[in-house]
Structures are given as C-alpha cells and as structure tokens.
C-alpha cells in the first residue's frame, strides 16, 4: 500500500496561482504513474493531469491545459501541479493518484490503486 499526502491547496482568486504537491511513501515511486484528479461539489470525480515514470510524457484535460503543469521528482518522491491562470471553475477537491502496476500515463481513475485524501482548491471571483 502506497501512502499520498496532498499539500498547497487553499483559497486564491481568479487569475492566481498555486502549487499542489503529493508525496508519496515506498521505495519503488520512481516506477509509479501518477496523476491528479479533482471532484467539485455534486460532481462527478475529473481527471486533470498525468505523468509517466519518468516524467518525459504528461497528458492533460482539455479544460486545464496551457494553465496547468504536472511535474515530478523521484528523488523526492513527489509529484507536483502548477496551477496558473486560476478560474472559480477550478474550484474542487484535488487529489493525487497513483498506479504501482503502470508506469505510463492514463486518464482513467480505475487505473490507480492508491489515492490520496485530497486538499481544496478554492478560486474566488
């Protein structure tokens, strides 16, 4: 079982930026896909951004792209999201996720089987 710890969310207006970071526990992080998913109020849960284990490929929604950057670093054992450009429409609980069986990328929740508890992004307008 793999340990992920969110941290950096808070409240920001429109326009600011944040950084989220996920740390995660275990010796073998280097070898994990990872992504950040969020979910707002009487939503559904939403992908956001993935990266590979390597970080050299990243894959991101279309409603955060060229606003959002999904980085990691394995000696640190954490994964990171740049929020810039924030929108009240990115309002939601972000969590991170994590894959011990797939290195690659992937936009689908059922592939990650360690989740963290999540931090709240708040973007007033």
């Known amino acids: 079982q793999v340990q992920l710890a969110e941290s950096g969310g808070g409240l920001v207006q429109a326009g600011g930026s ?4 996920c740390t995660a526990s275990g010796r073998t992080f280097y070898s ?12 559904e849960r939403e992908f956001v951004a993935t990266i590979n284990w390597s970080g050299g490929t990243t894959y991101y929604a279309d409603s955060v792209k060229g ?3 999904i980085s990691r670093d394995n000696a640190k ?6 929020m ?10 972000y969590s991170c996720a994590a894959s011990t069986e797939r290195s690659g990328t992937s936009s689908w929740g059922d592939h ?6 999540g931090t709240q992004v708040t973007v007033s307008s």
């Open 18 to 21: 944040l950084r989220l970071s």
């Open 84 to 93: 810039n450009s924030l929108k009240p429409e990115d309002t939601a609980v």
């Open 77 to 82: 054992n954490t994964v990171y999201l740049q």
């Open 67 to 69: 606003r959002f950057t």
């Open 32 to 43: 994990y896909g990872m992504a950040w998913f969020r979910q707002a109020p009487g939503k």
């Open 112 to 117: 990650y089987d360690n989740w963290g508890q």
